[in-house]
């Protein structure tokens, strides 16, 4: 199973983005998913992870209060709303399923990894 994340572009500081995060196959509600992000020259970070069923949410200090994660189990995506974008948010951005107690640091316990989707912020 791969997770494949979508949604990224370039938008100027203080816009907009929402990412989506789909699977084919496997039923994205019964998993916990985690957004990531490698920005250029540093390591993977995790930033937000969606627990499974309607669990409980977490996000990272550098994005709480700007960053929204959300599932539509209709679609079976979940989603990553982006506001208040800053250039220091300017990373590839990835989904994929673990742990939820594992959402924080690099990810090393989450799989089913996808491409990831470039998101740039720049004037």
């Known amino acids: 199973v791969q997770l494949q994340a979508s949604g990224g572009g370039l938008v100027q500081p203080g816009g907009s983005l929402r990412l989506s995060c789909a699977a084919s196959?496997?039923?994205?509600?019964?998993?916990?998913i985690g957004w990531f992000r490698r920005a250029p020259g540093k390591e993977r970070e995790g930033i937000s992870c969606i627990s499974k069923g309607d669990g409980p949410r977490w996000y990272t200090e550098r994005v709480k209060g700007r960053f929204t994660i959300s599932r539509d189990n209709v679609k079976n995506t979940v989603y990553l709303q982006m506001n208040s974008l800053k250039p220091e948010d300017t990373a590839v951005y990835y989904c994929?399923?673990?742990?939820?107690?594992?959402?924080?640091?690099?990810?090393?316990?989450?799989?089913?990894w996808g491409p990831g989707t470039q998101v740039t912020v720049s004037s």
């Open positions: 994929a399923e673990g742990p939820y107690g594992y959402c924080a640091g690099s990810g090393s316990r989450f799989g089913s």
């Open positions: 196959g496997v039923t994205l509600d019964e998993r916990t």
